[in-house]
T-cell receptor, first 106, second 113 residues
Framework: KNEVEQSPQNLTAQEGEFITINCSYS?????LHWLQQHPGGGIVSLFM???GKKKHGRLIATINIQEKHSSLHITASHPRDSAVYIC????????FGTGTSLTVIP | ETGVTQTPRHLVMGMTNKKSLKCEQH?????MYWYKQSAKKPLELMFV???????ENNSVPSRFSPECPNSSHLFLHLHTLQPEDSALYLC????????????FGNGTRLTVT
């Protein structure tokens, strides 16, 4: 069993929809990261958080340390948001989820 | 532009070839990493360098050989690879080995024939 589990694995949404991607982890962590990977392969760090909530544009990330759970929300989704979203946690090392593949249809 | 540059972007090699992947960062980071990404699997950490010293080797076969000549450059030397080594190889850097965010390159798509 992977230390980091994401759901759903695949997600298709209509443009404008509100999107939620979930991440649960089973190890002690010092921080949680949300990453975005576009089809070209490069990965971009969206958020690093250890408590509460962070917002950047249409993206919002929350974390509940007690429940070992984080969510990534995308408001007013757009086709350019189509990518793989990866949850990663930092404990004594980095642990990665397998990613959620998001497709936003115009 | 992520600040981490990887070359080449694509590489096709036979099982008897020797090739090298290159990674370069000018972000002033002290830690550099090689990751392997295979389809439907989490990112797998291969090697970590911190201040040019290798601090982790995650049970990687000896046909993969890393080199870190300075804190800005990282190489992955490949020889006698197997078809199952075909994957996306990602380089990353971070300010230090702790909880700093990772900055990734665009990866090298490797195909072993």
């Amino acid at each position: 069993k992977n230390e980091v589990e994401q759901s759903p694995q695949n997600l298709t949404a209509q443009e404008g929809e509100f999107i939620t991607i979930n991440c649960s982890y089973s190890v002690g962590i010092s921080a949680l990261h949300w990453l975005q990977q576009h089809p070209g392969g490069g990965i971009v760090s969206l958020f690093m958080l250890s408590s509460g909530k962070k917002k950047h544009g249409r993206l919002i990330a929350t974390i509940n340390i007690q429940e070992k759970h984080s969510s990534l929300h995308i408001t007013a989704s757009h086709p350019r948001d189509s990518a793989v979203y990866i949850c990663a946690v930092t404990g004594n090392q980095f642990y990665f989820g397998t990613g959620t593949s998001l497709t936003v249809i115009p | 532009e992520t600040g981490v540059t990887q070359t080449p972007r694509h590489l096709v090699m036979g099982m008897t070839n020797k090739k090298s992947l290159k990674c370069e960062q000018h972000l002033g980071h002290n830690a550099m990493y090689w990751y392997k990404q295979s389809a439907k699997k989490p990112l797998e950490l291969m090697f970590v360098y911190n201040f040019k010293e290798q601090t982790e080797n995650n049970s990687v076969p000896s046909r993969f050989s890393p080199e870190c000549p300075n804190s800005s450059h990282l190489f992955l030397h490949l020889h006698t690879l197997q078809p199952e080594d075909s994957a996306l190889y990602l380089c990353a850097s971070s300010q230090d080995r702790g909880v700093s965010p990772l900055h990734f390159g665009n990866g090298t798509r490797l195909t072993v024939t």
